[in-house]
């Protein structure tokens, strides 16, 4: 069965609910859209309690499907006053999906001033007050995340930037070496998760690839002809797994595609010195102090 976890601030409980049957076929950015399509008042405040953040792992994510293991975080955006979802890498959406979890709601305000910490494993869902933790920076917030509840637990966080609600705060999500460096950056729906008082989330599971498939032999077949199309690829087989994503600035760029001076052009006469490319050769100026076409979530 997929749940919905739902954390109210104000009541300051989480409590499961099981998945409406609209959402059944429903993940990602699809689901969070829609949930806030449903629940949150078109004309409320970003910042006030009647917004809501969800997070949500996609359709596939907790399976082997490559390239399935992406958070989308969704709300109504302080920048935009529009519906908004923004994602990222990591190792947490997978652990979510293989709790169970089809979405976190998060609702209400906190009516003390505290910071929260939401923990969510395979005993449940607790929300703990978590003063000690404000004013952290995501790399430290981590650090101690992984001291204490494990190395390998998903992290979902915020920086100061989020706790002081500015309006471009992202949503941190950690990678399989504990570092917060994967980021929902995209339309302030950090500050949404600040004006909650929720500080961070942790998520723990043992397995990643165990969510459950109807036909194991026919999505097994389906993943290994989508395998072998990206690994065969010249794009995703090669270049991306050697320069990383930045190997996309000169592609982009060529296409006339790379947003430049609030998107007044689509070229950048500097793109060279700022892509993959350069990337791998500084990389290389410096005897190999660096790493490039890190993984962005395992799978």
Avoid at 15 to 29: M, W
Avoid at 32 to 60: M, Q, W, Y
Avoid at 163 to 183: C, F, K, L, Q
Avoid at 263 to 285: I, P, Y
Wanted: aromatic share 4%; glycine share 14%; net charge positive.
């Amino acid at each position: 069965m997929r749940r919905l976890l739902r954390v109210d601030m104000t009541k300051r409980e989480a409590v499961f609910e099981e998945a409406p049957e609209k959402y059944r076929l429903l993940g990602g950015r699809a689901l969070t859209s829609r949930i806030v399509a449903d629940e949150v008042p078109p004309t409320c405040h970003p910042l006030g309690p009647h917004n809501k953040v969800v997070f949500a792992p996609g359709l596939l994510t907790g399976t082997t499907a490559p390239s399935s293991g992406r958070l989308s975080v969704g709300g109504k955006s302080p920048l935009t006053g529009t519906i908004k979802e923004t994602n990222a890498g990591g190792i947490t959406a997978q652990q979510l999906a293989n709790l169970g979890i089809q979405a976190i709601i998060v609702e209400g305000e906190r009516p003390d001033g505290n910071w929260y910490l939401l923990v969510v494993d395979e005993g449940g869902a607790r929300l703990l007050a978590a003063p000690h933790l404000a004013g952290l920076g995501c790399y430290e917030l981590n650090q101690r995340l992984w001291a204490e509840y494990g190395q390998g637990c998903g992290v979902i966080s915020i920086g100061p930037a989020g706790e002081m609600r500015m309006a471009i705060a992202g949503v941190s999500t950690n990678d399989s070496e504990g570092h917060p460096g994967r980021y929902a950056g995209r339309g302030g729906l950090g500050a949404v998760m600040g004006a909650k008082g929720l500080k961070a989330i942790v998520v723990k599971s043992r397995h990643i690839f165990e969510a459950p498939v109807q036909n194991k032999e026919a999505f097994k077949e389906a993943v290994q002809r989508l395998n072998k199309a990206l690994s065969e690829h010249a794009v995703t087989g090669q270049v991306l797994p050697s320069l990383g994503t930045a190997a996309l600035v000169n592609v982009i760029n060529e296409a006339g595609g790379l947003p430049t001076r609030n998107f007044s052009a689509g070229r950048f006469e500097e793109a060279l010195k700022t892509g993959g490319e350069a990337m791998a050769e500084a990389v290389k100026q410096r005897g190999g102090k660096g790493v490039m076409g890190h993984t962005c979530h395992p799978g």
